[in-house]
């Protein structure tokens, strides 16, 4: 059915984010995709997409409506995730017969937004569920539109204009990278890319705060000590309850998020449950400093 009228969007009544009720991903129209895309930007770069029952290959489709796909990473086997499908990653904790089935396992995973400390991150991910365990691996999303808005003015000021170097050696579980370091003695030394702290959205022009991930992140304009006191700061502040929503999955969601403006994270669940989900990622842009930080 191509018409729009059955089409609902319901807010979450979170900070963030709304559910997308009436439509079939595989059988999408230019038009029901246009709802979508505006709820996602209207609704703060977050939308739900529950009882999606269909093919990995029409997650990717569906992927492709945002922009052009990222290629999945290299699995730590080296292997892809599905070599019939370069640009599918699976995110699981599952192994079946000695082999991990996807990545990420089954820890917590810090917030962050996705491959930050590329110097062109991507824009989308897509996450779709097809096989979940009782309880545990909820995902949290934050709002970095109200994260930079409701900071106290002073900062708001302070951060103006400042960039971060955004730290690649661990991934977003916490584990060093294969052929990074621990530590490095040098600050310049850290792996990643450096970004401003304060973007405007390309497609809403609305400023937010772009804090990526922690872990060895710095501020190059301060000594360490002072980028530390900052960063600490920035970190406690976008981080409250009151900025965040929380996916508790239900097999068949489809959950679409954009980095650009959010950050996420997931909590932990029980090892032994077996969860599955197939993951699709959209090529961004270089993140543009906001208008004042220019």
């Given at each position: 059915m191509s018409s729009t009228s059955s089409i609902r969007v319901v807010?979450?009544?979170?900070?963030?984010?709304?559910?997308?009720?009436?439509?079939?991903?595989?059988?999408?129209?230019?038009?029901?995709?246009?709802?979508?895309?505006?709820?996602?930007?209207?609704?703060?770069?977050?939308?739900?997409?529950?009882?999606?029952?269909?093919?990995?290959?029409?997650?990717?489709?569906?992927?492709?409506?945002?922009?052009?796909?990222?290629?999945?990473?290299?699995s730590t086997s080296g292997d892809l995730y599905r070599p019939d499908l370069p640009h599918l990653t699976v995110i699981s904790n599952i192994v079946e017969n000695g082999k991990e089935l996807g990545a990420l396992g089954h820890y917590e995973s810090a917030w962050h937004t996705d491959m930050s400390y590329n110097p062109v991150p991507p824009k989308a991910s897509i996450l779709h569920a097809q096989e979940l365990p009782i309880a545990g691996g909820d995902t949290g999303y934050c709002n970095m539109y109200t994260a930079y808005e409701t900071l106290p003015d002073e900062v708001r000021e302070q951060i103006q204009g400042m960039t971060c170097k955004h730290d690649s050696s661990r991934n977003s579980v916490g584990e060093v990278r294969a052929g990074f370091k621990?530590?490095?003695?040098?600050?310049g030394e850290v792996p990643g890319a450096v970004h401003p702290l304060v973007c405007t959205h390309p497609e809403t022009?609305?400023?937010c705060l772009y804090l990526g991930r922690r872990a060895l992140a710095f501020i190059p304009d301060l000594t360490e000590k002072e980028s530390d006191r900052l960063l600490h700061t920035l970190w406690s502040h976008a981080t409250q309850d009151h900025l965040h929503w929380y996916q508790k999955w239900r097999l068949g969601d489809i959950v679409v998020w954009d980095n650009r403006c959010t950050m996420h994270r997931r909590d932990a669940l029980d090892p032994r449950a077996r969860r599955l989900l197939n993951r699709a990622q959209v090529k961004g842009e270089i993140p543009t400093p906001a208008s004042r930080a220019a």
């Open positions: 807010p979450t009544g979170g900070a963030l984010g709304a559910d997308i009720w009436g439509v079939n991903v595989e059988t999408l129209t230019d038009s029901q995709f246009d709802v979508i895309h505006r709820a996602w930007c209207d609704h703060d770069g977050v939308v739900r997409l529950p009882g999606q029952f269909g093919s990995a290959e029409a997650l990717l489709d569906f992927a492709a409506r945002f922009g052009e796909l990222d290629l999945a990473p290299i621990e530590t490095y003695e040098d600050r022009g609305r400023d």
